[in-house]
């Protein structure tokens, strides 16, 4: 996506809603307590599983009281609580939910330079796990809660805050115990979450991404099962064979492709910019006599972006067999599927089960937390437009919708009807393949993108939130 747009920030024309950047802030002294407290929450070690979110929980009550912000914890099981506040305003309008999540994946610490919750600083850049993914959004919030208070901006909408557990593994006792028991202190018109965010070529920022819908992960296991034997006597019913045959039906296998609101303007907003190959290719997503021609090119040359046209299937584990001389009576192959947001999952499965052909493979749902199945969000509100003003004076770059190819715990708020959008801080592209990414061994945010993020966050916030 990222080659293709590097020459964006000049050459899509966007609407935007002004936003002002007046304020009676002192932000410099902001930005040293932000990152403060940045720092501070990833030196909390709250890896999933277990959690142990609660850490993260203590220290948002004790910020957000000391400003004299009214705080519940709600917890369903015993150190994990979730964490709600609230700003009030004069109700003219419906709320705006604010959130993020304190819970981060766990870590190889062998694999680290540094230790992995020491929040080091180091050329100009702070590493710990949760960076990125949450820890950087969740601090924006907790700061602009902060500064909302402090500053006795007026809001025209109430401005919840909530810190979630569980997102990352366990979505049980975070996002789905609170739509369940606590709906009412949630309940919101717009959502600010994780997902979206800008990206950087070359030392500059290049493209914001407005996050406005998302795959839902589906888990499968494909198992094949026949009788075990000696290794020196080749059986037709050998389970190895018949799933080896299975995933390469798969892996050949392409799902039919199918655009949303978000895609297509994505896609139509990217041709518009890109050098003339991949405006080629992105244009001929909608010529149906070049769509074949373009899903390959992306398949070969831009992945994510071949990701977000159709349901996407990819084997990562194989497992079989014990000894070289047997014939083993059960394989496996897991299958992360990546569906579309509307996708008919029972359907799916059933053309799975034609495009194998295999009557002795069965398939296995393995998901634990499957996200519910939502619209995506529009890209007409106010609240849109909002964020993509601060993007653009704050980073001075366009903005696209976008549809993310992993998962967030947006989908059980759109499930319910809730306008949510993704944003997040700036990343450089070239991290992602160092291993500086989200989830990798070396997760690391640069500075100045965090203390920017912060102030796009509160501008943003505001902008949705405050009185004329």
């Known amino acids: 996506m990222l080659k293709a747009v590097a020459g964006l920030a000049g050459a899509v024309l966007t609407a935007v809603t002004s936003v002002s950047t007046q304020t009676s802030a002192d932000w410099p002294a902001a930005t040293s307590e932000a990152l403060r407290h940045f720092q501070a929450l990833v030196q909390l070690d709250t890896s999933n599983p ?11 009550k004790r910020v957000l009281e000391g400003e ?8 369903q099981e015993p150190d994990r609580a979730n964490v709600l506040a609230r700003l009030k305003g004069n109700g003219s309008k419906r ?11 766990m870590v190889d610490a062998a694999k680290w330079t540094v ?9 100009g850049y702070i590493y710990g796990r949760g960076t990125l993914d949450d820890k950087s959004n969740l601090t924006a919030a907790l700061m602009t809660m902060v500064m909302l208070k402090r500053t006795g901006v007026a809001l025209d909408r109430d401005v919840i805050f909530v810190s979630e557990v569980g997102e990352e593994a ?15 202190e949630l309940d919101a018109e717009f959502c600010i979450a994780e997902g979206g965010g800008v990206r950087r070529l070359a030392g500059r920022p290049a493209v914001a991404a407005i996050e406005t819908t998302e795959k839902r992960p589906l888990g499968v296991e494909l198992v094949a099962r026949g009788p075990a034997g000696h290794g020196s006597r080749p059986t037709r019913a050998n ?10 039906a798969l892996a050949a296998w392409q799902a039919p492709m199918r655009l949303n609101d978000t895609t297509r303007a994505y896609f139509q907003m990217l041709a518009a910019a890109s050098d003339p190959q991949s405006a080629a290719a992105y244009k001929g997503l909608f010529d149906p006599s070049r769509v074949d021609a373009s899903l390959e090119w992306l398949a070969t040359n831009d992945p994510g972006n071949y990701s977000m046209v159709h349901t996407s299937i990819s084997p990562t584990i194989l497992q079989a067999g014990y000894q070289v001389n047997v014939i083993p009576s059960e394989a496996r192959a897991t299958i992360d599927i990546r569906t579309l947001p509307d996708e008919d999952v029972p359907a799916f499965f059933e053309t799975l089960r034609r495009v194998i052909d295999d009557p002795t493979i069965e398939i296995v749902p393995t998901n634990k937390n499957l996200r519910p199945p939502a619209a995506p969000s529009r890209l007409d509100t106010p609240a849109y437009r909002a964020i993509e003003a601060a993007y653009r004076s704050n980073y001075g770059v366009p903005t696209l919708p976008y549809m993310l190819t992993g998962a967030t715990d947006m989908a059980f708020l759109r499930a319910r009807g809730m306008q949510c959008y993704g944003v997040g801080p700036m990343v450089d592209e070239e991290d992602a393949a160092k291993g ?14 965090f203390t920017r993020h912060v102030r796009f966050f509160f501008d943003a916030v505001r902008s949705i939130a405050a009185a004329p």
């Open 239 to 248: 389970a190895v064979v018949h799933l080896a045959r299975a995933v390469a």
């Open 115 to 123: 230790p992995p919750f020491s929040a080091t600083r180091r050329d």
């Open 50 to 60: 277990p959690g142990h979110e609660s850490r993260v929980a203590d220290y948002l």
């Open 436 to 449: 500086f990414g989200p989830h990798g061994d070396q997760e690391r945010i640069l500075e100045e993108a």
């Open 95 to 105: 709320p705006l939910l604010i959130m993020g999540h304190s819970d981060v994946v």
């Open 170 to 184: 366990s979505t049980g006792p975070g996002i789905e115990y609170l739509v369940a028991n606590r709906w009412s």
């Open 68 to 75: 004299g912000i009214p705080v519940t914890l709600a917890a």
